[in-house]
C-alpha cells in the first residue's frame, strides 16, 4: 500500500514537472519521494527472505537518491 501511494506521489510529481516545463523546483521533492520508493522496494525485498542483490542494491542506490536530494535541496 506505501509503495504504491509513493509511486502516485512521484507520477504526479513528475508529470506535473513535465506539464508546467518547471524542473527545477519540484526536483527535490521528486527525488526524495522517489529515493523513499526505492528504499520501501529495497526493505520489501529483504523481507521477502530474497537475501539476494536486488534488496540490497536498492538500499544503497535510494540513500545515493537522498544524497543527490540533500545537495538539490541545499543548492535552491
Do not use: D, N, W
Not at 514537472?17 to 526493505?43: A, D, Q, R
Not at 530474497?50 to 541545499?74: A, C, P, T
Request: aromatic residues 14%.
Amino acid at each position: 500500500m506505501v509503495r504504491i501511494i509513493l509511486a502516485i506521489v512521484v507520477i504526479v510529481l513528475s508529470s506535473y514537472s513535465l506539464i508546467t516545463k518547471s524542473k527545477t523546483e519540484l526536483m527535490p521533492y521528486c527525488l526524495f519521494f522517489l529515493g523513499t520508493l526505492i528504499l520501501v522496494t529495497g526493505f520489501a525485498e529483504l523481507q521477502k527472505s530474497r537475501k539476494g542483490f536486488v534488496g540490497y542494491m536498492s538500499i544503497v542506490v535510494s540513500l545515493f537518491v537522498f544524497f543527490v536530494s540533500i545537495k538539490v535541496f541545499l543548492l535552491h
